[in-house]
């Protein structure tokens, strides 16, 4: 029905509704919502007080707006600040919001609001999911990286000296609300970053949505409508992937499309972000998926010059030469690899593709064959 | 049906389901399940590897048994200990812990074994539920009150400076082993302790329960069958009430009869157990839940009468003066009180009685009329 694929994006259809039986909640989606955001909590938490977790960058850009509309909806709330980056994600600072929630007497009906990217979702959610046994959680992203991604699912967790993520909870929140306008001021190296996840729901399940993006991905970048319809149908993707399969036990694995190559490359630079962020890691993790399913006889190389030629376009890095500097060998990526908590009884598993919109769960890849494929791509 | 009643306590009979949807688990109760407690896991659990998390006290005593019954059943494991004592539930044991089951390379498909009382309960669920964003949990619970309150249920956590129990997750096991031939070896103040729960589950809300009890609890000290059948009685009662408030929203605060005063009284000696252990607190809070209730015209002064009596039989102190040592003044009970974190919105919630069997969760009680009761226990 074409009427409804060119219908407008109004607010109503910038709601995703992710369905976990008595734990189901609403993402909204639009510009302007962090001005309205008191507006939004106080009717799914009449009463209720917050805490509100940022980092200190994006304290600096949004808390006062934030603020000023709590206040206006007369929600009484506290603001603690971690620093940005990704080493906030530690037992020191989980340990510390914790206790320091726990002084500002917030009840178990109260919630903690983490205004922020990933990072500090991450954070406050498991700060949320272990203070009190776990008190009302508001998620509100400020990038698209967040937005599409981290912020969809009930994944929380801070990282341990043996990986990332490894300690954490699934836990949903009651609320998440994605302000499409704070994107505008996010730094274009992070919006591409973000935007490597919106392709990957694309190029897993769903090849209308790939289509659309080759189209619309300039629409997308400049702040249209587009935009909103993007986040909006990158959510419902992750949404109905979560919904059947919330605590991981077998689809939502599709989820890591790009992911298995992709944490082993941020690995292998040590997590330098100056040499790779993470939607660069899942770009080029994504076209080495698609291009070992090549290898495997699953899709042709027009599909692969196809990913490539899109995720070019909008200025990602496709190939392990565009990450700068030295990288390490074919065995010590397979190391990785196989210390990667996906690991499921010590096979591999990886997630390959028979076309675009196809992709599939397979487990127990051959890991000779992934080898050859890398040292391959590491030596061309 | 006076066959049921009678009806000898078999293997069958002493196994509680705990109905909790896709998290159901059993409880299996007996004498000697330790030995056998490979096998039980292996049948739950086909091929997984454990870490199993004891106390020092507990693995000396215990350890041994456990390990060579893994053994047999061909279960690969490694142990970590962590002293005994509640000081143990704290932030760095849990990360240490975190971190130290990372290390033995254990996979989601694997478990966690905790092999102790309480705190190692509380302390290695919450370990398990964080881990990996959770691991498979197996309690092995070695003291009465393990056995009939804290293994049952799924609370875990650990104290913050701000209070007991105040970081931690709602997770349940899929195992529960509770061998009640371990408590022959416990210290008569321990089983005594955990008896204090038993009776709140006749108290509570099973009459019948509370009058078998009165019978037969020099049996149940003794080691008998009538051991293993107050504990699956207690498990059942505690189970029932779980399955059908899981996250403590309404009915489950039942379970706090003799608790709000008892955190009180453990909070007022600082913890200090050589003064009041939990189930000496829980004891004289449940006597001071009855006076209350025959103050407020709910009961009788006989029902307190036989609440005293039986609690008295059985060697557990009822009265605010059996604890040795200076007590706080009634103001500053209410201000622990108020702390607690079962308060909601700041009303005062009590669990008063009308009658044995017949609590029931009271909100809104006037804290002039608590202060007024409680000033008059302390200067008889």
Known sequence: MADTIAAPATSDRNTVR??????SYDIKIG???IETAGAEIVS?????????????????????????????????????????????????EFERLCDDVLATRLERGDAIVALGGG????????????????????????TLLAQVDSSVGGKTGINSRHGKNLIGAFYQPVLVLADTAVLDTLPIRDFRSGYAEVAKYGLLGDADFFDWLEVNWKAIFAGGPERDEAVARSCQAKADIVAADELEAGQRALLNLGHTFGHALESAVSYETERLVHGEGVSIGTMLAHEFSARLGLIGEDT????????????????????????PGAETFMDIIAQDKKVSRGSL????????????????????????FLKEKLEP
Chains 1, 2 share one sequence.
């Open 18 to 23: 992710v369905d976990l039986d008595t734990r």
């Open 31 to 33: 510009r302007g919502l």
């Open 44 to 92: 799914v938490l009449p009463g209720a007080r917050l805490c509100v977790i940022a980092d200190k960058t994006v304290a600096g850009l949004h808390l006062d707006a934030f603020s000023t509309s709590l206040d206006a909806a007369g929600i009484v709330h506290t603001v603690l600040t971690v620093p940005a980056g990704e080493s906030t994600k530690c037992f020191r």
């Open 119 to 142: 990072v500090v979702g991450d954070l406050a959610g498991f700060v949320a999911s272990a203070t009190r046994r776990g008190m009302a959680f508001v998620q509100v992203p400020t």
């Open 304 to 327: 692969v010059m196809r990913v490539h030629r899109h995720l070019t376009a909008v200025g990602l890095p496709v190939r392990l030469q565009d990450i700068p500097g030295q990288l």
């Open 349 to 372: 598993t990886f997630i390959l593709t028979r076309g675009i919109g196809h992709a599939f769960v397979e487990k127990g890849v051959d890991p000779a064959i992934v080898t050859e």
